[in-house]
């Protein structure tokens, strides 16, 4: 009986998590187009939600081709990444109390740990495709993922330090009084920034800009592995939005309504607000892109935490 | 930095916008009556045929869909013996609707003829004859043209004059 409590948990997060990634395929393309003054895909059941089942139908049975000229057995590793690293990230996050695989005390730098290894994935597929395009995009993603990694870690610091722990399920308890986001606004900028950065979505998609680079570092993949790419994008959409639920939303936390509502409601609407923002903002140029993230959001990052630090240490916490 | 949040805004503003996709099958576009979609051979009132076979359709038409063979009754009427259109190549560009000396070929707003077999998209005249006159009404080229044929001799034509006995003008 005690092992049975862990794995049931193991396997409802996993179930929740990927269910949710594929229904995100199909909620993306209703709230896009529901910006867009369309209906979206609205025929394949009610409200349409018979497309994710069409759609993950439809990828289960495509070719999957490994071009000749590829590295094989990296080209096969590389989205296997990206899909475990996101997994692993989910296993200290804290969605009701009680509903945790891990209370690691050292949660939130294995978070960052695990979507740091993402970029392996990322590199790892440009390379092994042997393409000049892939190459290009990884290129860019590896850059791009390292220096918004930088101040993606240093933003939480300023949480760290307020809630006094490294812990993700102590870091919401903190929250009782006050959700982060109202003392760390700037930190919560900054990480939503660094995590959108992070997940490659558009604003900062230039990994795999269509428009310049074909599809990036995934230019090569086919089938169900260009499926994983695309599932490991929405579990990093998911997991990123969880986190700043967690970090700056106060997670379960909120009156009347059940915990785990109130949770998911958090998440849904920053996946709603990360769709938002697919739906209106261009993609900056490359130069743009690294000028801001080391000449601005860094420099933004360790005022935030020496102003943080400093008033901590004052006026106590 | 305040343009990216305020295109934010107006952005998520459009949620409450009236879509602009039209749901076909429910709902369809009110289609102009010139629209060019399906093409349709028409009858003039007394209910003959308008076509005279004069060709200007397939020449004109610029992928070679249209394929007809002249012939004549009894009377002289030219009419064409077979009037077959491809339609898995025509490009509905209305040519032929406009060289038609006769108003017989026309266009019509229906595009809904999609087929499973690719032979069913070869329309023969039976297909394209309709019996009404289509877009314009009232009109008989045989009753205003001079060819005369059997039942209308020269000069018997609508504001036709009755041909000059050449003879008579002889000094």
Redesign the interface.
């Known amino acids: 009986m005690k092992f049975l409590l862990p794995l049931a948990n193991i396997f409802g997060i996993l179930i929740v998590a990927l269910s949710l990634a594929a229904f995100l395929i199909w909620f993306e393309r209703r709230m896009l187009a ?6 979206g895909p609205n025929r394949v059941g009610p409200f349409g939600l018979g497309q994710v089942l069409a759609d993950m139908i439809k990828i289960f049975f495509k070719e999957d081709w490994i071009p000749p000229f590829a590295d094989k057995w990296v080209f096969i590793l590389a989205p296997a990444i990206i899909m475990a690293t996101v997994l692993m990230s989910f296993s200290v996050l804290p969605i009701v109390p009680g509903v945790v695989i891990s209370q690691l005390n050292v949660g939130l730098l294995f978070v960052l740990a695990m979507s740091s290894f993402g970029v392996y994935s990322v590199v790892l597929a440009g390379w092994s495709s042997d393409n000049k395009y892939a190459l290009l995009g990884a290129l860019r993603g590896s850059a791009q993922m390292l220096s918004y990694e930088v101040f993606m870690g240093l933003s939480l610091m300023g949480v760290v330090i307020q809630a006094g722990s490294f812990n993700l399920g102590d870091i919401v308890q903190a929250q009782r009084g006050l959700w982060f986001v109202v003392p760390q606004f700037l930190g919560f900028v900054l990480f939503l920034i660094a995590g959108i950065a992070e997940t490659r979505r558009l604003p900062f998609d230039l990994p795999e800009a269509e428009s310049e680079i074909v599809a990036g570092y995934h230019s090569e993949y086919s089938g169900m592995k260009f499926g994983m790419f695309f599932v490991g994008e929405y579990l990093g959409v998911i997991l990123i939005s969880s986190l700043i639920t967690v970090f700056f939303f106060g997670g379960w936390l909120g009156p009347v309504l059940p915990p785990i509502v109130w949770f998911f409601v958090k998440v849904f609407g920053l996946i709603s607000f990360f769709v ?2 697919r ?3 261009p993609r900056p140029r490359f130069d743009q892109l690294m000028s801001c993230g080391w000449k601005l959001m860094l420099p933004l990052a360790l005022a935030n935490l020496l102003v943080t630090g400093a008033v901590v240490l004052y006026f106590g916490r | 930095m305040f343009s ?1 949040l305020r ?2 805004w ?3 503003l ?2 409450f ?5 039209v ?1 076909y099958p429910e709902q369809r576009v009110p289609l102009p009556p010139r629209s060019r979609g399906r093409i349709i051979l028409s009858r003039d009132p007394d209910g003959g045929e308008r076509c005279v076979a004069c060709y200007l359709c397939a020449v004109v038409c610029p992928v070679d869909c249209i394929a007809l063979q002249a012939t004549e009754d009894p009377a002289g009427r030219r009419y064409p013996e077979f009037f077959r259109i491809n339609f898995s190549r025509c490009i509905f560009c209305g040519f032929c609707e406009e060289a038609c000396p006769t108003y017989a070929i026309q266009l019509t707003p229906d595009f809904e003829m999609s087929e499973y077999h690719r032979r069913n998209m070869v329309y023969e005249k039976e297909d394209l004859l309709i019996d009404g006159p289509g877009k314009y009404p009232g009109y008989n080229f045989w009753r205003v043209s001079g060819v005369s044929i059997g039942g209308k001799d020269k000069g018997a034509a609508e504001r036709e004059a009755a041909p000059v006995d050449l003879r008579s003008l002889l000094p």
């Open positions: 529901l910006w867009q003054d369309r209906y938002l923002l739906a209106s903002l | 990216n295109t934010i107006s952005v998520f459009h949620m916008r009236k879509r602009v996709t749901q």
